[in-house]
């Protein structure tokens, strides 16, 4: 098979950053914060908090730790200023977050320096999103990506480890899209000899629905998931796995910095994504700033250390002091990982638990 070509990050340098705007060492702007809201998780997932290691003994962070709804909304209005235009809400499992709706309506209330709102999104594994999705909507949250990895339930318990059935994940979906976040994105991590048989069941399932099914690469992020290069299945391969049953075409990015590569259905059956990190890694479009539960800043998913911003906020520092900060950590940001991925091996890396993907 020819070699399929997933995106069209060039590496060359981007456009200029927006007036106030800030970019890195690449000359990537900062456009999207993603807010990890919480540490703590109602699933065990295999590959992302195995609970050999995430078991009842492990100390999670204290609530007094965790940055306050008002601190968050805080980093985030600054981060508008040096150019973030999106916002989406992580974790952990972000609606084990109390009233997180109330935060989504602080965030909402923003604006970037030319008066626009920001885009808020929620990433969440879907076991509370029926009882949730309501009040997200009317709080202002505009989409939602649900991960769901399996429609098989036996597998879907063993990969997920929360007690939770698929049909649960799938009511929260059909809550999202009847609160208006439809289209609602479905996730799913793709390991191989583990979940790769649900591809096409995940696909027939999906397809027509309304719902967008996106197929991620199997990552080494974090030190705890034991990954190896044999167990990705790449975006290449399940283009050709789905598309020998459902014929499919590219099609274009939707927006500057879109990570998923898009194909649709040719007969009409709407559009799947992929996300390549491992195969074809898209660094060179890479705009996201990354906040932690407790008020750290790290500019990649894998790096070993981030840049801490609550012992500023809680010392009373300005907003232009924060803004200081904020926009100093991204102007030294060289980070490319994925690119490099093989060549420098990373000992301690940032669990995705904790800074949620
Ligand atoms: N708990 C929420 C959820 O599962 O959607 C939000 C946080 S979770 C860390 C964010 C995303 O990262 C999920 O879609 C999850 O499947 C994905 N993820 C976790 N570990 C991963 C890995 N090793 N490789 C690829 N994706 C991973
Ligand atoms: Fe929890 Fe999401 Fe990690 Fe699964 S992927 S353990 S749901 S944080
Ligand atoms: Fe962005 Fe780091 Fe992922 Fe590259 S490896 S796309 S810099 S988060």
């Known amino acids: 098979m020819s070699r399929v070509i997933f995106h069209n990050s060039t590496g060359a340098p981007q456009a200029p950053a927006p007036k106030g705007g800030v970019l890195d060492t690449h000359g990537r702007p900062m456009r999207d914060l993603r807010i990890s809201v919480t540490d703590r998780c109602n699933f065990r997932c295999t590959y992302c908090m195995p609970r050999e290691v995430f078991g009842a003994d492990h100390a999670f962070l204290p609530h007094s730790a965790l940055l306050t709804f008002e601190e968050i909304s805080r980093v985030a209005q600054i981060a508008a200023g040096l150019g973030v235009h999106k916002i989406r809400l992580t974790g952990g499992e972000p609606l084990m977050r109390k009233q997180l709706e109330v935060l989504v309506g602080m965030l909402a209330a923003l604006r970037t320096p030319e008066g626009e709102p920001l885009e808020i999104a929620l990433t969440t594994n879907g076991a509370l999103l029926a009882r949730k999705a309501k009040a997200l909507a009317e709080a202002g949250l505009q989409r939602v990506t649900v991960s769901l990895d399996a429609l098989d339930d036996v597998l879907f318990q063993r990969m997920s480890d929360g007690g939770v059935t698929v049909a ?36 027939r399932h999906f397809r027509g629905s309304g719902h967008i099914l996106r197929f991620i690469e199997y990552m080494d992020v974090g030190n705890t998931n034991g990954w190896r290069m044999d167990e990705v299945v790449t975006g290449a391969e399940i283009v050709g796995i ?7 075409e590219p099609v274009g990015a939707g927006y500057r910095g879109e990570v998923a590569a898009r194909w649709a259905y040719r007969d009409g059956g709407g559009e799947i994504g992929l996300i390549t990190s491992v195969s074809q890694p898209f660094c060179g479009d890479c705009t996201r700033m990354r906040l932690s539960p407790e008020g750290r800043l790290f500019t990649c998913l894998f790096a070993e250390q981030g840049h801490d911003l609550r012992g500023l906020l ?17 102007r030294a940001r060289g980070d490319r990982y994925s690119e490099h991925r093989g060549e420098a091996q990373r000992e301690h890396k940032i669990e995705m638990s904790y800074i949620g993907g």
């Open 242 to 248: 789905i598309g020998a049953e459902f014929p499919l």
């Open 314 to 330: 809680r010392a009373g520092a300005s907003d232009a002091a924060l803004a200081e900060r904020l926009g100093g950590v991204w």
């Open 168 to 203: 649960t994940i799938l009511e929260g979906i059909e809550a999202a899209a009847r609160a208006g976040l439809a289209p609602v994105k479905v996730n799913m991590v793709v390991r191989k000899g583990m979940n790769d048989a649900q591809i096409l069941p995940m696909a």
